[in-house]
Nanobody
Framework: VRLQASGGGLVQTGDSLRLSCVAS????????LGWFRRAPGKEREFVAT????????YSADSVKGRFTISRDNAKNTVYLQMNSLKPEDTAVYYC???????????????????WGQGTLVTVSS
C-alpha cells in the first residue's frame, strides 16, 4: 500500500484545514487508516483512525471535538478535517494504514504497516 498525503500549510489560530491521503494498491481498502503527527522535538503521536469501511472512528483526546477523520473508499482517500486549530497542532502529519483487526482505540505508532511521507501543518499565533 502506498500513501500520499497532502493539504498541509500555514494557517492562523482558529482556522480550519483539511488533509487528504490517497491510498494506492489493490488491497488498500482492506486496511484501517489513520493519522499521526510529530511536533518539533517530540515523538510521533496518534491523532485519529477510521475503520476499514468507515463506520468506526477514534480520536486522541487532544483533538476530540476539533478534528474529524473520514474516508471515501470509492476514492481510496482518507481525510482529516481540522477545525479550531491551535499553535500546539503544529506538526508534520502522517497518514498510515494498519490491520483492520486491531481495535481503533489501541492504535499506537507501532500499529501501522504502511506510512505516508508527511505533510507540514503550521499554526501561527
Amino acid at each position: 500500500v502506498r500513501l500520499q498525503a497532502s493539504g498541509g500549510g500555514l494557517v492562523q489560530t482558529g482556522d480550519s484545514l483539511r488533509l487528504s491521503c490517497v491510498a494506492s494498491g489493490r488491497t488498500a481498502s482492506g486496511y484501517a487508516l489513520g493519522w499521526f503527527r510529530r511536533a518539533p522535538g517530540k515523538e510521533r503521536e496518534f491523532v485519529a483512525t477510521v475503520s476499514r469501511r468507515g463506520g468506526g472512528t477514534y480520536s486522541a483526546d487532544s483533538v476530540k471535538g476539533r478534528f474529524t477523520i473520514s474516508r471515501d473508499n470509492a476514492k481510496n482517500t482518507v481525510y482529516l478535517q481540522m477545525n479550531s486549530l491551535k499553535p500546539e497542532d503544529t506538526a508534520v502529519y502522517y497518514c498510515a494504514a494498519g490491520s483492520p483487526s486491531i481495535p481503533l482505540d489501541l492504535w499506537s505508532a507501532r500499529t501501522p504497516s504502511y506510512w505516508g511521507q508527511g505533510t507540514l501543518v503550521t499554526v501561527s499565533s
